[in-house]
């Protein structure tokens, strides 16, 4: 397993690139399995999650070309309605595949997805959703088995603003017979961008965005050629990175718009932020002035962006509280972040982190995604050396990360171990 190794103090400048969204990415590709034909879909990022996603449809019968950042895919030729265990447990987002399969194919058996160790991560949403379409659902042996002779549209009234439950059930209504109406549907950019798609493919979505989204069911999809969006989480984690290290850098290829609530509560830190139609130039402050946040659903400050502002916080003056409200358990980098030296009491959903003048660099263990990136963002500002394993976690959702950072001026290095 690879490892990275950061040796901190260095201020970062220049440009970086950001990649296509993984969040985009994942539920657009397997939004092909909703038309016969090729799709082609460009900036997709080179990430685990997406070959993951690349790996099931091929499984399913899907034909896939990849050329660096542009995938093409056909699914005319579906042999298979199964997601399998050992597919799904690599990445929970495979349950996407239910709806678009049982739109499709009538039915479905998809591995339980299983919890992840920021919270249980519960689908019950996604299949409620699509038994008020009308499908038919079991649990059995650890899979979910759907089926349906045809959707028809209904109301759907989602308890939480599920992203992914959201994304199944466009992908399953689009096809049913009638309007579908998801009230408190997810009103992320990615939740856009998937229905632009899909519109794109013929579908009829309209008020993506907003919490009440109307579908009207079309008898068939064509497929498109496309662009994946900007990863907003991975432009944000570089904007805490400069924010961090007292750096000046520019994002190039990112989204502004999608990341209002960062740019407000980074601004309130100290940082120096302009923004141009695609790119967002930030300067660090000299002193890091401590900020409250609270997790919520978009447009509130992402969850995503939770663990990297911790780290910020780790290093601010003051004291200042962080409220995670999406997740029950996605506090896992407090622990390596105190290793560090970070000064920070876990209560309940919240975090009250009082900043120290300095971490000290150390082996640190990644437990999942973003909180691997949070370890990074310590690594950079941590005196001495700090040395984070388990970064498999990282290339889940970060392109080449290391070597944008150290492009920045970051001494950051991957080493095969
Ligand atoms: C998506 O996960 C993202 N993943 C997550 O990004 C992100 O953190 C999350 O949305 C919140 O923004 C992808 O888009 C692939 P949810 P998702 O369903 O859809 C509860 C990353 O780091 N819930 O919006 O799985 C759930 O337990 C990842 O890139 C139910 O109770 O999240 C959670 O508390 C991590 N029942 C809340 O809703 C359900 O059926 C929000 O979860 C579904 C969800």
């Known amino acids: 397993m690879d490892k990275i190794i950061v040796e901190g103090g260095r201020s970062l400048k220049g440009e970086v690139k950001i990649s296509g969204a993984k969040n985009a990415a994942l539920p657009i590709l397997i939004s092909s399995l909703l038309a016969d034909g090729w799709n082609t879909y460009s900036n997709v990022p080179d990430l685990r999650d997406v070959q993951s996603v690349k790996h099931l449809l091929s499984h399913l019968g899907a034909r896939i070309e990849t050329d660096g950042?542009?995938?093409?895919?056909?699914?005319?030729?579906?042999?298979?309605h199964e997601a399998p265990y050992d597919l799904v447990r690599k990445?929970?987002?495979?349950?996407?595949?239910?709806?678009?399969?049982?739109?499709?194919?009538?039915?479905?058996?998809?591995?339980?997805?299983?919890g992840c160790s920021i919270g249980a991560r519960p689908i019950n949403l996604h299949l409620k959703g699509?038994?008020?379409?009308?499908?038919?659902i079991e649990l059995k042996h650890g899979y979910v088995?759907?089926?349906?002779?045809?959707?028809?549209?209904?109301?759907?009234?989602?308890?939480?603003?599920?992203?992914?439950?959201?994304?199944?059930?466009?992908?399953?209504?689009?096809?049913?017979?009638?309007?579908?109406?998801?009230?408190?549907?997810?009103?992320?950019?990615?939740?856009?961008?998937?229905?632009?798609?899909?519109?794109?493919?013929?579908?009829?979505i309209k008020g993506a965005g907003?919490?009440?989204?109307?579908?009207?069911?079309?008898?068939?999809?064509?497929?498109?050629?496309?662009?994946?969006?900007?990863?907003?989480?991975?432009?944000?984690?570089?904007?805490?990175?400069?924010?961090?290290?007292?750096?000046?850098?520019?994002?190039?290829?990112?989204?502004?718009?999608?990341?209002?609530?960062?740019?407000?509560?980074?601004?309130?830190?100290?940082?120096?932020?302009?923004?141009e139609t695609n790119s967002i130039r930030i300067t660090g402050p000299d002193e890091i002035k401590?900020?409250?946040?609270?997790?919520?659903?978009?447009?509130?400050?992402?969850?995503?962006?939770?663990?990297?502002?911790?780290?910020?916080?780790?290093?601010?003056?003051?004291?200042?509280?962080?409220?995670?409200?999406?997740?029950?358990?996605?506090?896992?980098?407090?622990?390596?972040?105190?290793?560090?030296?970070?000064?920070?009491?876990?209560?309940?959903?919240?975090?009250?982190i009082k900043g120290v003048p300095m971490l000290s660099g150390a082996p640190v263990m990644a437990t999942d995604l973003r909180a691997s990136a949070s370890l990074i963002l310590a690594g950079l500002v941590a005196r001495g050396k700090t040395e984070v394993n388990r970064v498999y976690h990282l290339d889940r959702g970060y392109e080449a990360i290391e070597k944008k950072l150290a492009h920045l001026g970051a001494a950051i290095k991957r080493v095969a171990s």
């Open 210 to 275: 907003s919490s009440v989204m109307t579908i009207k069911g079309v008898s068939s999809l064509h497929p498109v050629s496309i662009s994946i969006i900007p990863d907003r989480i991975e432009a944000g984690t570089f904007m805490v990175a400069a924010t961090l290290t007292g750096g000046d850098i520019k994002i190039l290829d990112c989204e502004p718009d999608h990341l209002k609530s960062v740019m407000h509560k980074l601004r309130l830190t100290g940082a120096d932020i302009k923004t």
């Open 130 to 136: 699509l038994a008020r379409l009308g499908a038919s």
């Open 290 to 352: 401590s900020v409250d946040i609270k997790t919520l659903t978009y447009p509130g400050f992402p969850t995503d962006m939770q663990a990297q502002f911790m780290v910020l916080m780790s290093v601010a003056r003051g004291l200042s509280i962080i409220s995670e409200t999406i997740f029950e358990n996605r506090f896992i980098h407090v622990s390596e972040l105190k290793r560090m030296g970070a000064d920070i009491t876990i209560s309940g959903n919240t975090a009250m």
């Open 145 to 204: 088995e759907a089926s349906a002779d045809c959707l028809k549209g209904n109301e759907i009234y989602f308890d939480v603003a599920t992203v992914t439950g959201t994304e199944n059930l466009m992908m399953a209504a689009v096809l049913a017979k009638g309007i579908t109406v998801l009230r408190n549907a997810a009103c992320e950019p990615e939740i856009v961008a998937l229905a632009e798609v899909l519109n794109k493919m013929g579908a009829d």
């Open 91 to 114: 990445m929970r987002a495979s349950i996407l595949v239910l709806g678009p399969l049982v739109a499709r194919l009538k039915k479905a058996r998809v591995s339980l997805p299983g």
């Open 69 to 80: 950042n542009t995938v093409r895919i056909d699914s005319g030729g579906l042999i298979s």
